[in-house]
């Protein structure tokens, strides 16, 4: 079964860019059957979805976010990453990638998630 | 992008049952049958209970069942035991443009 792992820097000064990376294993990012997502999930509250992409290259943003974002996708390391630009803390929060089940939109597979802290 | 509603928080005693609702509108729960559930035990990854409104993944027990009517989702938990107590979040496809919403999340206790 598919597996995922976070990476990436844990402190992100403000205005700047995160980046994070998602390693794909028991499966391959070259799979139809999913799209590779970002989650995340400030301190304390909920999840909110930030985007996701096909092996293929189509992507789709949350569009509160979508300004700001990028998620791209190597399928030949079986990887794929976010970008998020001009960062404030309103920014600091878990952030999980997960494989999304291209025919029924539900998040089959979670990484374990990484905590990324902009300070104020 | 607004989050489907959920109550906050929800309580039973073990063997009890509990619904969690999902309320959403005509452009995503209301409008498509692609409505997930999630658990999340504290510092945990959120992991997939029900999909497509009322199927389980092969290991969710069958306590756990899903059903939608109109713009309103619900997950039911049966048979309430300790370890279901976690927060819940629901998800609703919305469409090409904003594509995944989710609930606010609901905690729920076990008495």
């Known amino acids: 079964q598919v597996q995922l792992q976070e990476s990436g820097p844990g402190l992100v000064k403000p205005s700047e860019t995160l980046s994070l990376t998602c390693t794909v294993s028991g499966g391959s990012a070259s799979s139809g059957s999913y799209y590779w997502s970002w989650i995340r999930q400030p301190p304390g509250k909920g999840l909110e979805w930030i985007g996701y992409?096909?092996?293929?290259?189509?992507?789709s943003y949350n569009p509160s976010l979508k300004s700001r974002v990028t998620i791209s996708v190597d399928t030949s390391k079986d990887q794929f990453s976010l970008n998020l630009t001009s960062v404030t803390a309103a920014d600091t929060a878990m952030y999980y990638c997960?494989?999304?089940?291209?025919?029924?939109?539900?998040?089959?597979?979670w990484g374990q998630g990484t905590v990324v802290t902009v300070p104020s | 992008q607004s989050t489907l509603t959920q109550p906050r928080s929800v309580s039973g005693s073990p063997g009890q049952s509990v619904t969690i609702s999902c309320t959403g509108t005509?452009?995503?729960?209301?409008?498509?049958?692609?409505v997930s559930w999630y658990q999340q035990h504290p510092g945990k990854a959120p992991k997939l209970m029900i999909y497509d409104v009322d199927r389980r993944p092969s290991g969710v027990p069958d306590r756990f069942s899903g059903s939608k009517s109109g713009d309103t989702a619900s997950l039911t938990i049966s048979g309430l035991q300790a370890e279901d107590e976690a927060d819940y979040y629901c998800c609703s496809y919305a469409g090409t443009y904003t594509r995944e919403v989710f609930g606010g999340g609901t905690k729920l206790t076990v008495l």
């Open positions: 005509t452009s995503d729960v209301g409008a498509y049958s692609y």
């Open positions: 992409i096909y092996y293929s290259g189509f992507t």
């Open positions: 997960a494989a999304v089940g291209v025919s029924d939109y539900s998040f089959d597979y």
